[in-house]
């Protein structure tokens, strides 16, 4: 923990949330919804489980019932584990239903409000979008980055090839290439991108500042006021140094679009495009952020989707065969599978859907706040309480999904007498306004890299001293803590560090692989 409070500060901060309830609580117009029984004052805390937190809100929903609530300091949490609430409530009643909590540190301190994925609902949340979704969010306006999405997915698959033990750097430098390129038109490095390493300094930064393990002060608000000379705020200090990181991730690519704008050799992208013309210096924040929130926010899941691609592949031999020979029946083996396939591919493109629900990217997604009080299912939502869609159990529902926790692509898949099985994405990126904007371009290119992938790779466990090393499955989450599961806003989903070969799967496969490097030296 950043900051560690004396038993004063404890003291007196208990104190205050005592006298808070008692002088400011409102009457409950209506039950809340049912959930475990909290303790006075501390309410659940004492509840809340240190890791697999969506595991544990699955569990109680088949105790209380879809719709779950439990309370953290008076803070009461509303917990959806059904996508019928998710919908109903999170679209909907989208109007009331898209800000986000208000996270003291991580958010006002540091500065990650300036940001999409803290941005309270509003007229700039409504700017932000606007210009994303104008750049990729539809089919229709991906399709001018198609090529670009390819072109970087084949430098993936050779880099890969090249280095098949540096499996996870690779995809980090594929997914910051491709959205670096798009967002301020530049280049990323073979290696040690300066770029890419502030954004990634950043985002582990924002996983302990948006966290209340990681500051006392993002449970008790008040304490983020205090002067910076008090004994104990020395957290304000470490806010300041991470709010220059932020800073510098937001600043550097920015700056870096002006001057090849001034020198007239810019390439198009959606900073430079935005910046034309007369704009006012509030207009050239908005752009800023806007372009920084486009990398931050897509970079980290399209690294969790195809690395757990990787590892489904590792673990479903037999599903990777099944691909394989559909790439090999519809294209042949003398090329690599492009977008323009994807229609072509339907088991391919039911593996995509399947990397997607089996271990999705957010188990938890980023929580939502409602504005105003509401009721729901004859239950009373109060005005401010943060509401959480355990995307997980919706996308682990027995009732949705048969045998939800084995990987098996054909459910997505139509036979005789059975219909395909429900689509995860609308659930997987997100409800309503707070839907991600980028989920067209995670979309392509997850799928790309699994199609390519899947061209000419075989990839298998490995053997090591005569034994097969089995991978393991159990996911950890972007922020781990025994309070992660109220207030942390990283909602990422991460594999474990696993081990897998990767090898041409066949000497046309390889024939392929040395061509690509030709075409690339050249």
Same mark, same amino acid.
């Given at each position: 923990?950043?900051?560690?409070?004396?038993?004063?500060?404890?003291?007196?901060?208990?104190?205050?949330?005592?006298?808070?309830?008692?002088?400011?609580?409102?009457?409950?117009?209506?039950?809340?919804?049912?959930?475990?029984?909290?303790?006075?004052?501390?309410?659940?805390?004492?509840?809340?489980?240190?890791?697999?937190?969506?595991?544990?809100?699955?569990?109680?929903?088949?105790?209380?019932?879809?719709?779950?609530?439990?309370?953290?300091?008076?803070?009461?949490?509303?917990?959806?584990?059904?996508?019928?609430?998710?919908?109903?409530?999170?679209?909907?009643?989208?109007?009331?239903?898209?800000?986000?909590?208000?996270?003291?540190?991580?958010?006002?301190?540091?500065?990650?409000?300036?940001?999409?994925?803290?941005?309270?609902?509003?007229?700039?949340?409504?700017?932000?979008?606007?210009?994303?979704?104008?750049?990729?969010?539809?089919?229709?306006?991906?399709?001018?980055?198609?090529?670009?999405?390819?072109?970087?997915?084949?430098?993936?698959?050779?880099?890969?090839?090249?280095?098949?033990?540096?499996?996870?750097?690779?995809?980090?430098?594929?997914?910051?290439?491709?959205?670096?390129?798009?967002?301020?038109?530049?280049?990323?490095?073979?290696?040690?991108?300066?770029?890419?390493?502030?954004?990634?300094?950043?985002?582990?930064?924002?996983?302990?500042?948006?966290?209340?393990?990681?500051?006392?002060?993002?449970?008790?608000?008040?304490?983020?006021?205090?002067?910076?000379?008090?004994?104990?705020?020395?957290?304000?200090?470490?806010?300041?140094?991470?709010?220059?990181?932020?800073?510098?991730?937001?600043?550097?690519?920015?700056?870096?679009?002006?001057?090849?704008?001034?020198?007239?050799?810019?390439?198009?992208?959606?900073?430079?495009?935005?910046?034309?013309?007369?704009?006012?210096?509030?207009?050239?924040?908005?752009?800023?952020?806007?372009?920084?929130?486009?990398?931050?926010?897509?970079?980290?899941?399209?690294?969790?989707?195809?690395?757990?691609?990787?590892?489904?592949?590792?673990?479903?031999?037999?599903?990777?065969?099944?691909?394989?020979?559909?790439?090999?029946?519809?294209?042949?083996?003398?090329?690599?599978?492009?977008?323009?396939?994807?229609?072509?591919?339907?088991?391919?493109?039911?593996?995509?859907?399947?990397?997607?629900?089996? $271990?999705?990217?957010?188990? &938890? %997604?980023? =929580?939502?706040?409602?504005? *105003?009080? !509401?009721?729901?299912?004859?239950? #009373?939502?109060?005005?401010?309480?943060?509401?959480?869609?355990?995307?997980?159990?919706?996308?682990?529902?027995?009732?949705?999904?048969?045998?939800?926790?084995?990987? $098996?692509?054909?459910?997505? &898949? %139509?036979? =005789?007498?059975?219909?395909? *099985?429900? !689509?995860?994405?609308?659930?997987? #990126?997100?409800?309503?306004?707070?839907?991600?904007?980028?989920?067209?371009?995670?979309?392509?290119?997850?799928?790309?890299?699994?199609?390519?992938?899947?061209?000419?790779?075989?990839?298998?466990?490995?053997?090591?001293?005569?034994?097969?090393? *089995?991978?393991?499955?159990?996911?950890?989450?972007?922020?781990?803590?025994?309070?992660?599961?109220?207030?942390?806003?990283?909602?990422?989903?991460?594999?474990?560090?696993?081990?897998?070969?990767?090898?041409?799967?066949?000497?046309?496969?390889?024939?392929?692989?040395?061509?690509?490097?030709?075409?690339?030296?050249?």
């Amino acid at each position: 923990m950043v900051y560690s409070p004396t038993l004063l500060d404890a003291v007196a901060v208990l104190v205050a949330v005592i006298l808070f309830n008692r002088l400011f609580s409102k009457k409950r117009q209506g039950p809340l919804p049912p959930g475990p029984k909290g303790l006075p004052i501390i309410g659940n805390m004492l509840d809340m489980p240190a890791s697999h937190e969506w595991r544990t809100f699955a569990q109680w929903g088949e105790r209380w019932g879809d719709i779950v609530s439990v309370t953290f300091l008076g803070q009461p949490y509303i917990i959806l584990n059904s996508a019928k609430h998710a919908f109903d409530m999170l679209e909907k009643k989208s109007s009331i239903y898209s800000s986000r909590p208000i996270i003291p540190v991580g958010g006002e301190l540091v500065g990650w409000n300036r940001t999409l994925a803290l941005l309270p609902y509003g007229n700039k949340f409504r700017e932000y979008r606007r210009l994303i979704f104008q750049l990729i969010g539809s089919k229709k306006n991906m399709e001018r980055f198609v090529p670009l999405v390819e072109d970087k997915t084949r430098d993936f698959i050779v880099e890969v090839y090249q280095q098949p033990t540096e499996l996870l750097k690779h995809i980090r430098k594929s997914a910051g290439a491709i959205i670096l390129t798009m967002s301020h038109g530049y280049e990323v490095q073979a290696e040690n991108d300066p770029f890419v390493a502030t954004v990634d300094e950043a985002m582990e930064q924002f996983a302990i500042c948006t966290s209340p393990a990681g500051f006392l002060a993002n449970i008790f608000p008040a304490l983020a006021h205090i002067p910076a000379w008090v004994p104990g705020a020395g957290f304000r200090k470490v806010a300041a140094a991470w709010r220059r990181t932020l800073d510098e991730m937001c600043d550097k690519p920015h700056e870096f679009v002006k001057q090849r704008m001034a020198n007239g050799t810019d390439i198009s992208n959606f900073t430079s495009v935005n910046l034309e013309g007369d704009i006012t210096p509030e207009r050239e924040e908005l752009v800023k952020n806007a372009a920084s929130s486009l990398y931050a926010g897509g970079a980290d899941t399209t690294v969790s989707a195809i690395n757990t691609f990787y590892l489904a592949m590792t673990l479903n031999p037999e599903v990777q065969k099944k691909a394989q020979a559909e790439i090999e029946a519809v294209i042949g083996t003398d090329r690599l599978p492009t977008t323009e396939d994807r229609d072509n591919l339907p088991y391919v493109n039911a593996v995509l859907l399947e990397v997607f629900r089996w $271990n999705n990217v957010a188990p &938890l %997604a980023i =929580p939502h706040r409602v504005i *105003e009080d !509401d009721f729901h299912a004859g239950y #009373f939502i109060p005005k401010d309480s943060i509401v959480i869609a355990n995307v997980w159990r919706m996308l682990h529902d027995a009732e949705t999904y048969a045998d939800p926790m084995t990987f $098996n692509p054909d459910r997505f &898949l %139509a036979a =005789p007498g059975k219909e395909p *099985e429900t !689509d995860p994405r609308g659930m997987v #990126f997100g409800f309503g306004r707070r839907i991600c904007p980028g989920l067209q371009l995670a979309d392509s290119s997850v799928f790309l890299a699994v199609a390519m992938s899947l061209a000419v790779f075989k990839i298998e466990k490995p053997v090591e001293n005569g034994e097969v090393v *089995e991978p393991s499955t159990e996911y950890t989450a972007g922020t781990v803590s025994a309070l992660t599961i109220v207030a942390s806003v990283r909602r990422t989903s991460h594999p474990p560090p696993y081990k897998c070969e990767i090898k041409p799967r066949s000497a046309k496969a390889e024939t392929l692989l040395h061509s690509l490097i030709e075409h690339k030296n050249n």
